[in-house]
């Protein structure tokens, strides 16, 4: 499976943003499908999850009420609505996908990576 996030970009604090994560090559619909994303001088961490049917999603804490997660399994796409960002939100966003089953937090249970999108939310 070959992942190319995009939507990142520059966005004032309170607004929105889109990212996208087309993916293509093998079966997208099978996947867990999530993002991460990683601060300058931090580790990567977990954002936001949603099984292969899209009928479960999880979230971080940081991104809850905030951010939505959905996939269009015909257009073999994820997407991650971000709403009311913070500075504290940005970072290079990263899409994954990985097998279903439990530790769908860590960044080890998935074995195929976007290039990353970069968000930056100004104050």
């Known amino acids: 499976v070959q992942l190319q996030a995009s939507g990142g970009g520059l966005v004032q604090a309170g607004g929105p943003l889109r990212l996208s994560c087309a993916a293509s090559?093998?079966?997208?619909?099978?996947?867990?499908m999530a993002w991460f994303r990683q601060a300058s001088g931090k580790e990567r961490e977990f954002v936001a999850t949603?099984?292969?049917?899209?009928?479960?999603?999880y979230y971080a804490d940081s991104g809850k009420g905030r951010f939505t997660i959905s996939r269009d399994n015909a257009k073999n796409t994820v997407y991650l609505q971000m709403n009311t960002l913070k500075p504290e939100d940005t970072a290079v966003y990263y899409c994954?996908?990985?097998?279903?089953?439990?530790?769908?937090?860590?960044?080890?249970?998935?074995?195929?990576w976007g290039q990353g999108t970069q968000v930056t939310v100004s104050s």
């Open positions: 994954a996908a990985g097998p279903q089953g439990g530790g769908f937090w860590r960044s080890r249970e998935y074995d195929y």
């Open positions: 090559g093998r079966t997208f619909s099978i996947y867990r």
């Open positions: 949603i099984t292969w049917s899209g009928g479960s999603t």
